[in-house]
C-alpha cells in the first residue's frame, strides 16, 4: 500500500445545488520515468497555493485523486485501498485542469469529485460502523504533556503555502510555519521519526499517524481539546523490530512518546468510525 502511513470525514449527499466542474480537464497515462508531482499538496490538511483555477499532477494513482477529492486520512485509507482495482495503485496519470476565478483547495477537491465521476465513473458512500479502536485519552484530565500545547487563538496561521523552509522556531522546539497540517521535522536521535503540526485536532493527529504505527486499530479523539500545537518524536514500527546493535539506544515506542511527550493515553474499546465504501469505478475515458 504506497504512501499510506504518514501522508492523511465527508459526505456523498446529494446537492440541491449543481456540482462544481472544471471548465476543462485532461486524464492521460503518465509518460515513464516522470516524479510524481502537484502544484499543490493533495492531503487532507488546508495547506494551499493560490493559483488561479489550475489543478496539475503528474504520475499519482487513481487512489491519490480519490483521497485528495474526498479529504480522506489514514483511517480511512485503509478501509479504501482493499476495495480498489489493481490498476488504481499500479497505473499512473496526468491530470489537467482548469477552473474559472480562483477557488480554494475544498473547492477543488468538489470539482475533482465531479471528475472522478464523469471520467472514472467514481461512485462511493459512506457508513458509520461500530468497530475496534483505540481511544486518545489525557492521562490527568486537563493536564497536557511537555510537546503538547492548545493552539492560541490570536497566533498567526497561515496555510497558503510559498517559498521557503517551513520551519518556525520556538524555545520549545521547531514547528511548522504552516498550520492545519502535520510535517517532518529533523529528529534529535538517530533512527527517530519527528513530526509536528499546528492548529491540529488530536483527532486529525490520530487519523494520520493510525495507518503508520502499526497497532492495528484506528485511534480516535477522547481528550476533549480543540486545537493544539504538538511535537512528537518516536522509532517507527520496523525499527522497533529489529534486533538493536550493541549500543544503540533503547527503541522509543509511539505509545511511550505519545504518553511522555503528549501526556495521552490510548484505551482500547469500540467506537464509531466512518467506513468508506466504494461503490463503482472504471479505468478513466480516453480525452
Not at 459526505?11 to 503518465?30: D, G, H, L, N
Not at 476495495?83 to 489537467?96: E, G, H, K, V
Not at 511522555?260 to 479505468?283: A, F, R, W, Y
Request: some cysteine; hydrophobic content about 40%; overall charge neutral.
Amino acid at each position: 500500500m504506497r504512501a499510506i502511513a504518514f501522508v492523511f470525514f465527508f459526505s456523498v449527499a446529494a446537492s440541491a445545488q449543481s456540482p462544481k466542474t472544471f471548465e476543462v480537464a485532461s486524464i492521460k497515462p503518465s509518460k515513464p520515468g516522470l516524479q510524481p508531482n502537484s502544484n499543490f499538496p493533495l492531503g487532507p490538511g488546508d495547506v494551499y497555493t493560490s493559483n488561479g483555477g489550475l489543478f496539475s499532477a503528474t504520475n499519482q494513482p487513481a487512489w491519490i485523486y480519490i483521497s485528495f477529492a474526498y479529504k480522506m486520512n489514514g483511517n480511512q485509507l485503509q478501509s479504501l485501498m482493499p476495495q480498489l482495482p489493481t490498476w488504481a495503485s499500479t497505473d499512473q496519470f496526468d491530470i489537467q485542469a482548469r477552473a474559472s476565478g480562483n477557488p480554494g483547495k475544498d473547492d477543488m477537491r468538489m470539482m475533482m469529485r465531479a471528475l472522478l465521476a464523469d471520467r472514472f465513473k467514481f461512485t462511493i458512500h459512506d457508513e458509520t460502523r461500530q468497530v475496534p479502536v483505540l481511544a486518545m485519552v489525557l492521562i490527568k484530565p486537563g493536564t497536557l504533556g511537555p510537546q503538547l500545547w492548545v493552539h492560541p487563538k490570536d497566533a498567526p496561521c497561515s496555510t497558503e503555502n510559498v517559498p521557503g523552509p517551513n520551519v518556525l522556531h520556538t524555545p520549545a522546539g521547531d514547528l511548522p510555519k504552516l498550520c492545519n497540517g502535520i510535517y517532518p521535522m529533523p529528529p534529535n536521535e538517530r533512527g527517530h521519526l519527528r513530526f509536528a503540526g499546528r492548529n491540529v485536532t488530536i483527532g486529525f493527529i490520530g487519523d494520520t499517524m493510525s495507518a503508520g504505527v502499526g497497532l492495528g486499530r484506528p485511534m480516535i479523539d477522547q481528550t476533549g481539546l480543540a486545537t493544539v500545537d504538538f511535537i512528537l518524536e518516536f522509532t517507527p514500527p520496523a525499527r522497533s523490530s529489529q534486533p538493536p546493535s550493541p549500543d544503540a539506544e533503547p527503541p522509543l515506542e509511539f505509545q511511550d512518546a505519545l504518553r511522555t511527550q503528549l501526556g495521552i493515553k490510548l484505551v482500547s474499546q469500540k467506537g464509531p468510525m466512518n467506513t468508506m465504501i466504494v461503490d463503482h469505478i472504471e479505468k478513466p475515458s480516453a480525452n
